[in-house]
Structure formats: C-alpha cells, structure tokens
C-alpha cells in the first residue's frame, strides 16, 4: 500500500512539474519527494514489536532504510529551497515563469 501511495505522489509531483506556473513547480518538487520516501520506506521491512537493534528476545530489523529516508528528506528540502530560490529570482528578474 505504501509502495503504490509513494507511486501516486511521483505521478501528481510529474504532473504539477509539467504545467507552467510557479507554484506547480514547488507543488511538484514536494510531490516528488514525498514519493521517493514512501516508495524507499516500502522497500524496508517493517516487523511489529521490533526493535531496530539485536536483542535476545526481539528480531533485527534493518535500520538502513530508516536511514535512507532521513537523508532523502534533508535532501528533498534542501532541493526545494534551492527551486523557491531560483523561481524568486527569476520572478525579480522580470521572467514570467
């Protein structure tokens, strides 16, 4: 459910970065990254009652995809700053993008 979630997010974040306004891009560019997540979420197995480190009375769960994850949000907003950046100065240039 996740994985096909996160493949709905991809497909809105494509659509709202093929119309041509500015806040479609940014739309678009947090549609996108929200799906990237939940599809590398998906991808990690999650188990109830599981700790992410080896105990003698629970199983191992991989903490890497957490990890992913994490990295991939920074990564998103840093990415998302970056286009707001841009499209304001393209808007104080005079640009009608």
Do not use: H
């Not at 990237?36 to 769960?61: H, Q, R, T």
């Not at 990890?67 to 104080?92: E, G, P, Y």
Request: net charge negative; aromatic share 14%.
């Amino acid at each position: 459910m996740t994985y096909v979630l996160g493949c709905l997010f991809l497909i809105v974040g494509i659509y709202f970065l093929l119309r041509d306004t500015w806040p479609s891009y940014v739309y678009g560019m947090i549609a996108l990254g929200n799906g990237v997540n939940l599809i590398i979420f998906s991808i990690g197995v999650v188990k109830e009652d599981a700790f992410p480190f080896i105990n003698k009375f629970s199983e191992f769960v991989d903490p890497l995809t957490q990890a992913l994850v994490l990295t991939a949000i920074v990564i998103s907003f840093a990415t998302l700053c970056f286009v707001v950046a841009v499209i304001k100065k393209l808007n104080q240039l005079g640009g009608d993008t």
